[in-house]
Nanobody, 114 residues
Framework: QVQLVESGGGLVQPGGSLRLSCAAS?????MGWYRQAPGKQRELVAT???????NYGNSVKGRFTISRDNAKNTVYLQMNSLKPEDTAVYYC???????????WGQGTQVTVSS
């Protein structure tokens, strides 16, 4: 069992930045972020393994950066050049590899608006 606690969401203006964090209750192979806007399906934002391999969704590539502090069991998402279409609930995800159970955080709201 893994508990995930997210923080860092909020309201920002277009072009602004936010930094999300997700702390896991123990070490785990992969951690990352997904997001879901109202009326839309949940989509990949970014993931990373404990060895540092990363994967980004096409919509955020070049603007968002995922990083991980294994000593703290924490993953971060630095979001720059935010756009209104980035508005969504962002969910932290963790798993032990392909085919393993997925753990999810409670979600943190990110709103990009003037």
């Amino acid at each position: 069992q893994v508990q995930l606690v997210e923080s860092g969401g909020g309201l920002v203006q277009p072009g602004g930045s936010l930094r999300l964090s997700c702390a896991a209750s123990r070490s785990i192979y992969a951690m990352g972020w997904y997001r879901q806007a109202p009326g839309k399906q949940r989509e990949l934002v970014a993931t990373t393994t404990d060895a540092g391999r990363v994967n980004y969704g096409n919509s955020v590539k070049g603007r968002f950066t995922i990083s991980r502090d294994n000593a703290k069991n924490t993953v971060y998402l630095q979001m720059n050049s935010l756009k209104p279409e980035d508005t969504a609930v962002y969910y932290c995800n963790a798993n032990s590899g392909w085919g393993s159970v997925d753990y999810w955080g409670q979600g943190t709201q990110v709103t990009v608006s003037s």
